[in-house]
């Protein structure tokens, strides 16, 4: 394996085919130059420039290796344009999703203030669904997602909404007519559960293994997607809790929404990768805090 100043000495050489000028671009003695050379030619096993006392040629085993790398080490150096690029510039594409139609006014409001303040970026934006968030954002298919928390394993930012709960209960349940209940009903029926590539984190959240009480809470059947699994609970298969604007974002005849009184607010707001915190990201993330205080 070759290292990459002696790469980059070899080449500039190879373009100058002068010790002198050679040492002069990379800001470096002619003796380094020199050593650098004759050790990569040890390394080669062949001679790579004919020396003389007034002329350096590339011998044509060193014409040969110099044409292949060019394009190697340009390839090498515009990868770590782009990169740096995408870590620190403002620019290129930003991928955005939401999750969940209440999430969408949210993050509409961020692009158009993050558009605004970074014209020379584009956005592009799309939905994604229970099963395929958390993929989306580990494949870099997405940078942001507004989503609801908590959100194992992802760097999050400032929470931009929040809302009650409530639950969701088939139309023609006992508890439909109810003002309100507690978390403790939860333990007398069978809860629909979330897809399995759900969070731990989340899963507890929304829907517990126990009640506050201690209480043992059933398990009914998984949805994969959010409408399949307010679908369950219309055909009676579980109840389900959910954020308390359900109600108008998914207003169903066949489905009840009882508030929780006794369970905390839902918190959203933007979800990323850590490893992807770029500028792009971080910008985001201030335009869509900026555009929720406005």
């Given at each position: 394996m070759l290292e990459r100043y002696e790469i980059e000495t070899f080449l500039v050489l190879a373009d100058e085919l002068h010790f002198g000028r050679t040492a002069e671009r990379l800001r470096v003695t002619t003796g380094r130059v020199s050593h650098v050379i004759k050790r990569l030619e040890r390394r080669i096993g062949a001679p790579l420039f004919a020396r003389t006392s007034r002329v350096v040629q590339l011998t044509p085993i060193g014409r040969r290796l110099a044409d292949e790398l060019r394009p190697l080490v340009a390839g090498i150096d515009e990868a770590i344009a782009r990169a740096v690029d995408a870590g620190r510039g403002v620019t290129g594409t930003l991928r955005v999703a939401f999750l969940g139609e209440w999430t969408a006014p949210a993050l509409l409001k961020a692009v158009a203030l993050f558009s605004q303040r970074h014209p020379e970026c584009e956005v592009e934006v799309r939905e994604v669904q229970l099963f395929n968030s958390r993929p989306s954002l580990l494949d870099g298919s997405i940078d942001v997602l507004i989503a609801a928390y908590p959100f194992?394993?992802?760097?999050?930012?400032?929470?931009?909404?929040t809302e009650g709960r409530a639950l969701a209960v088939p139309a023609g349940h006992p508890l439909a007519a109810a003002e309100s209940v507690s978390l403790e009903v939860l333990a007398e029926h069978p809860v629909v559960q979330y897809p399995a590539v759900t969070s731990a984190g989340f899963k507890q959240d929304r829907t517990p293994?126990?009640?506050?009480?201690?209480?043992?809470?059933?398990?009914?059947?998984?949805?994969?997607?959010?409408?399949?699994?307010?679908?369950?609970?219309?055909?009676?298969?579980?109840?389900?809790?959910?954020?308390?604007?359900t109600r108008r974002y998914y207003p169903r005849s066949d489905v009840a929404y009882v508030p929780i009184h006794d369970a905390p607010p839902i918190r959203r707001g933007p979800v990323w990768l850590e490893s992807n915190t770029t500028a792009r990201v971080r910008e985001f993330v201030r335009a869509a805090t900026d555009s929720v205080a406005s």
């Open positions: 194992d394993g992802m760097a999050t930012g400032p929470t931009l909404l293994d126990r009640t506050p009480s201690g209480r043992s809470v059933p398990k009914g059947p998984t949805g994969n997607t959010f409408s399949e699994m307010l679908s369950l609970v219309a055909l009676g298969r579980g109840v389900l809790p959910v954020g308390a604007l």
